[in-house]
């Protein structure tokens, strides 16, 4: 599986944006996927994690309400909607597939470690 993520840009303070984490390879549904960011000369954050199948999800407390994980196994595709995006949500978001399956927990970093698309760049501005 490889994957490529995309729809990041530039947008103000209150506004939305959805990302795509696309797939190639026909195991994709078979992957746990999440969505990670990295903050301009932060540490990595953990954001959200979707079943293979799309009906177990998991937030990081500090994203839930705003951020909405999805998946469309037919279009190998999994989303993130992101909305009432402020400033310091700028960071750049990557997706990664791996073995999480323990949806009552934050991921390990050995459940997402091998499988990482490149990342797409969000900027929000004041």
């Known amino acids: 599986v490889q994957l490529q993520a995309s729809g990041g840009g530039l947008v103000q303070a209150g506004g939305s944006l959805r990302l795509s984490c696309a797939a190639s390879?026909?195991?994709?549904?078979?992957?746990?996927v999440g969505w990670f960011r990295q903050p301009p000369g932060k540490e990595w954050e953990f954001i959200s994690a979707?079943?293979?199948?799309?009906?177990?999800?998991y937030y990081a407390d500090s994203m839930k309400g705003r951020f909405t994980i999805s998946r469309d196994n037919a279009k190998n595709t999994v989303y993130l909607q992101m909305n009432s995006l402020q400033p310091e949500d700028t960071a750049v978001y990557f997706c990664a597939a791996g073995t999480y399956d323990n949806f009552t927990r934050p991921p390990a970093t050995a459940e997402f470690r091998s499988i990482w698309g490149q990342g797409t760049e969000v900027t929000v501005s004041s």
């Open positions: 390879g026909r195991t994709f549904s078979s992957y746990a």
């Open positions: 979707i079943s293979g199948t799309g009906d177990r999800t």
